[in-house]
């Protein structure tokens, strides 16, 4: 094996010696004295990069030719240097950096021979020539025939290959590869791609290529090189630059100067790095990159910094370079642009730093040209279909009433609804509140609401108004726009008819005979305001319909936040109809979509959402679990749906309180002026009529229940109240078979119905009528598991169902009821928290946890025998202590030891959790 110590410089010898060529050329005793035969000293403290040396060292071994191409300052000669240290060949390996006297045939071969008889490689049939040939061919193939008479390659690295002015050299260098491939290894470093014939290299796989990509330093990489230059900086910060410098080795390092020059800044305040680091940047690209450009070239980089990535009939068009796809490939040779990949094929990008010096260049040398250009650019995109780069360009230009119209030709309207989108809003900032035309005041009206101006936005609505013409496009604007502020001022009335007149005007737009399809964006919106609305007014059917077609049309548009609020204000409709299956399905489909979205542990979701989760809980029997559900605020939520949210949170927790034995903590309960009329207004009457029954106090309650409305609820209320108080002759309003399975009604009304009638029976002495409409009640009920109703029923109502008989049997899931809940954690609760009522909504896994499973595991402590087993089915069919023991032929006293030991050994605290857990376990 050879010594490495050959890729160490060989003493100079005297021109001509040892038959190396004697006519040498101009200059040429001043560059022998010079280190252009060694590689650049390496940095002080070098990062080492062991993926790229690897990555060179793998091409050396497998290529001819390897090719190292970047822009200035991308890190090419230190990684050639640092590799030579240690090149991983077991090859002679030869340095010589090119320069402006290394141009011509003549020039370098002569520092190439000179080069590798300094490293000591012998040439003796090229020493053998008189001098240096005209025919440069004939040198080159006796260069190849000594090289091939070697019994192991030789690696050339040429640094500054751009430097090659004559076109013979990259015709001369393709010859001795295509002679000694065997014996020869060129690893050349360059700015710009040599004029060899690379294709035809890349096809038959006798070329790698190190590129700007590869050369980018890594986060972890420029980390260190910062950390070399003293520079210690926070994940965000590093971040930051590495960014903004896509890994550019030049960028870092230049990074590391400005904060070498401003020691007493603060690294984290960042001035350092966007204030100094921009100054030298400029004068670094400046001179290496844009000075080095012929005018014609120059001008067309300056021209085209406006767009990125550029391609060439846009470049043509702002340039007026008919040649601009062939100035594209140049500036692509030379690594100043690089071209895109994927879908953007044929089209360029520079490097975001340069971008950055080119527009400051061309708004400081022609400010006079940008408003030309970015309308050549605007409307050459907005022919193509690129609305955002054409709004973008055509407001860079001032053309304020061509955005508009662009704006409302292309429905983007809605977009500007939605601030989470961010670039719509972005476009259209700069509108002056005097361009004039009713597309540009529709346009400002629908951009002001994105930013929750609602004073600008009803202003620029009455200004589009009235300047408002014939055009149905204009009129599809406008109504989304009109929408979208009724809904944003709580209006219902309003967002109904703006509604319907959205959709009258887009069956005015016409494409050829035919109406356009509705975009499933636009028709998201108007179905989820749609279904808010009848929502607030309490259509609750309606609203589950509507709402499930705005969940349709969000899956179709791909709105996935559009999608989950949509599913939660639906789970919520049905919920409060008492479709508590259907509820808790939507809630946990919901759950699951939120979890696949990651969303924030924090928000736990939609509010609407998780009052919904909590209504099905809190009538289910599941108190503690209801208001462990609830949400903090509803805040969040859009103003159509909050005071819908609010009253039926407060509902919810009322309920909860009261199963719980705790309806002095019932403090919040709105006044009902505060509240709209209607269903809301009934809602909270009946909680205030169950509180003040529950604190006994009929007679307040009967006052209370007096001003409720004609509604059914408001007949079960006063009947309720008034049956309470001992007024048994007002129950005659009450027809609960008219109102049985009504779908516009909800089930729990239903069931109160038929349980206040049995009340009614019960206070006539009519047991048998008690009994039947008891057992309605019950059957009403079961499907959906509803609790509720039951267990607020008077004492004289519940004793019908926990009798021996018919009723007892259909009633027996009742006792199933699920038990209250531990307590859940709240650790972000502050010390003024009340009890029970989380400061932050449960996230979605927490909330599917405590809708299913709201007691403890099943734990047997010990097998139960044959007579606690006949026990534990007694009590599962409802009988009391007395009538078990009967029933057994044992004393009270025996019956009450089996059930003390049937609770041990179950784990449980109470009766109706044994028969619950016994039935989990296939014991009874």
Sequence with gaps: MPDQSNTTLARPRPPGAGGVPVRL??????????????????????????????????????????????????????????????????????????????????????????????????LPHTASLPGLPQDYDALVTQLATDLLNRAEPVVLVLDEVERLSDARVPHQLDLLLRLASVRIRLVLLSRVDPLLPMQRYRLTGMMSQIRMADLAFTREEARELLSGSGIDLTEPMVVALHDRTRGWAAGLQLAALAREHRPDSDPEAGDWLLGAQDANLAEYLTGEILAAQPPHLRDFLLRTSIIDPVCAELAEVLTGDVGAAMSLMTLSHQNILVEAAGDLAGCYHAHPLFRELLRAQLAYESPELLPGLHERAGRWFADAGIVDQALAHLAAAGCWEEVAHLVVRKGLVGDLLRPSLGWPLQRVAGMPAGAPGAEVAVVRAAAALGRGDLPACDDALGAATEQAGEDSHLAVALATTRLAAAASHADAEGASAWADRLEQAWAAVADGEEPAPMPADLRARLLSTRGLAQLHCGDLTAATATLGRAVGACVEGGLGADHVANLGRRALAEAVLGHLKHARELVDTTDRLLEEQSVAEESGGPAALAVAAAWVQVEAGAAEAALSLLPPSSESAEPLERVVLQVLGVVVRSRALRALGRPEEVTDLPDLEDVPSGWLGDLLAQERVASLLAAADPAAAQREAADSSSGVRGVVLRTKAALAAGVGSSVTGLDPASVEHADELPVDLQVEAWLVQAQARLADGSRDQAVAAVRRAVRRARSEGLRRPFREAPPEVRRLWAAQGTVADAARWLAEGAVPARPVANRSAGPGTPRSVPARAPAPAQRRRLASDTAEEPIIVEALSARETEVLRHLADLLTTEEVAEAMFVSVNTVKSHIRSILRKLSVARRNEAIRRARELNVI
């Design 25 to 122: 050329p101009a200059a040429a005793d001043f560059l022998m004295l010079t280190t252009m035969y060694s590689p650049p000293r390496l940095p002080r403290r070098p990062v080492l990069r062991e993926r790229l040396t690897a990555q060179l060292t793998e091409a050396v071994r497998e290529s001819p030719l390897t090719l190292v191409s970047a822009p200035a300052g991308s890190g090419k000669t230190t990684l050639a240097a640092s590799w030579l240290d240690h090149p991983g060949v077991p090859w002679r390996v030869v340095w010589l950096t090119l320069s402006e006297a290394t141009g011509s045939p003549e020039e370098f071969w002569f520092f190439v021979i000179e080069a590798l008889s300094r490293a000591g490689v012998d």
